[in-house]
Nanobody, 124 residues
Framework: QVQLVESGGGLVQAGGSLRLSCAAS????????IGWFRQSPGKERAFVAA????????DYADSVKGRFTISRDNAKNTVYLQMNSLKPEDTAIYYC????WGSGASMADRYEYWGQGTQVTVSS
């Protein structure tokens, strides 16, 4: 079992940057694919980015490609989401999720564990 805690959200102006962190408990962190998802009011939870458990691949939603970068530090049991050139439409609650040995990066129902979320608000 793994517990996830997100941090780093906040209020930023359009064009600004934020770095989100997802800290995980447990000694088997490197067996988990970690994904970031976001949800804004009235919308379904949407895939943002993922980093595979074996470190071989990353995936991004088209809407964030070229602006967001996902990285992981297995020694710190932490995954980061660097968000640059933020837009008002990026405003949402951002969640990280873990899928052991996962290969379904963008599919929310594949992820077994979820954090509580962190709010990101981008003002225009």
């Amino acid at each position: 079992q793994v517990q996830l805690v997100e941090s780093g959200g906040g209020l930023v102006q359009a064009g600004g940057s934020l770095r989100l962190s997802c800290a995980a408990s447990g000694r088997t962190f490197n067996s988990y694919t970690i994904g970031w998802f976001r949800q804004s009011p009235g919308k379904e939870r949407a895939f943002v980015a993922a980093f595979s458990w074996n470190g071989r691949s990353t995936d991004y939603a088209d809407s964030v490609k070229g602006r967001f970068t996902i990285s992981r530090d297995n020694a710190k049991n932490t995954v980061y989401l660097q968000m640059n050139s933020l837009k008002p439409e990026d405003t949402a609650i951002y969640y990280c999720a873990a899928d052991q040995w996962g290969s379904g990066a963008s599919m929310a129902d594949r992820y077994e564990y979820w954090g509580q979320g962190t709010q990101v608000t981008v003002s225009s």
